[in-house]
């Protein structure tokens, strides 16, 4: 329980959602992290059949051994990052919402469960669930695959609470102020802004994903936060997986040739709300390596929000608004 005070008798509930994490840095808990991961049709969009026979007999004992030797380099003695600030964030937003509400956070992937969450919820006495997500930007792959599996999980239980879905936030002034300040406390004389998104295969945003749109909203709403130029900022992906075409430009492309030119660049990763693997160890350690070995330059990564008092407070208004 995430309450600050002691809970109403009719408190209203709220699920904080994140992605997940291994619950070890080793290959075993990658193993099985990993594989409900890429196991979600919703992630990996290929004959089920074949794609399991890949998975289980390639890609995990491949995979696996590789992810978690990049995990260690990042995890904390309290666990890892993504875990860790994401109780912070939850406990934060229970103590700014008050009594009210009963704030539990699960995962998608991993522990926390979100069957564990709505559980909790519903023996707390919650007939209302507020579902509220880590992610700004709405896609198939995050929001949607989280919201079939509440939907799931709550055709299960009974008494069966009634379902609100906090909006997408990707423009939402509160969140893009947060960042804003972030990323003005990252550092000042910077020569050129980078803001990186986790990217996602081109065939989903041509079947309809509205995602792409709403990460170029959230750069545009950022740079005009920060008063950038057109020019003195860069949209750009990360993270990609497998051999199709994924979102562009790449920032493995682009930042190392513009750290040489601009000698001070500062990185933003608006899509994360919490440091993870991907902040953390992809842009903070392996980008900043290869900007390094490829001419030089500055790169500033700025912090995700993570339990930022600005966050939190903007994120419990996004939630008081569905209430």
């Known amino acids: 329980m995430l309450d600050s005070r002691a809970a109403t008798s009719t408190p209203l509930g709220v699920l904080y959602v994140n992605l997940g994490s291994p619950a070890a840095p080793t290959p075993a808990a990658l193993r099985v992290f990993l594989d409900e991961f890429l196991g979600d049709p919703l ?10 026979v890949i998975r289980r007999l390639i890609v995990l004992p491949l995979r696996a051994p590789k992810s978690a030797a990049l995990y260690r380099n990042i995890w904390t003695p309290e666990g890892s990052p993504l875990i860790v600030y994401s109780r912070r964030f939850a406990a934060g937003l ?13 995962m998608r992937y991993g522990s926390p469960s979100i069957a564990a969450g709505l559980a909790a919820l519903v023996r707390a006495g919650c007939t209302r669930v ?93 740079a005009r936060a920060l008063g950038l130029a057109r020019d003195a900022w860069t ?31 500062l990185l933003c990763a608006p899509s994360f709300t919490a440091d993870c693997l991907e902040t953390l160890e992809e842009l903070g350690l392996r980008l900043a390596e290869q900007v ?23 994120a419990a208004e996004l939630v008081r608004r569905q209430s």
């Open 43 to 52: 992630v990996v969009d290929l004959n089920r059949a074949l794609w399991f």
């Open 94 to 106: 229970a103590q700014e919402l008050g009594p009210r509400y009963r704030v539990e956070l699960a």
């Open 130 to 222: 507020l579902l509220f997500t880590a992610f700004p930007q709405q896609s198939r792959a995050t929001t949607g695959t989280v919201e079939r599996e509440v939907e799931r999980v709550l055709a299960e239980l009974m008494p069966r609470p009634e379902l609100v879905r906090v909006p997408p936030y990707f423009d939402d002034a509160g969140y893009v102020a947060a960042l804003a300040a972030g990323v003005r406390a990252a550092g000042a004389d910077v020569g050129h802004h980078v803001f990186s998104f986790h990217g996602l295969p081109v065939s989903l945003i041509e079947a309809g994903d509205p995602y792409r749109d709403h990460c170029e909203a959230t750069a545009k709403a950022l």
């Open 235 to 265: 949209l750009g992906y990360q993270s990609r997986f497998g051999r199709e075409r994924w979102l562009e430009p790449d920032v493995t492309t682009f930042v190392p040739q513009l750290a040489a030119a601009k000698k001070r660049v």
């Open 292 to 314: 390094h070995a490829e001419g030089g330059g500055q790169l500033v990564l700025a912090a995700c929000l993570n339990d930022d008092p600005a966050w939190v407070r903007a």
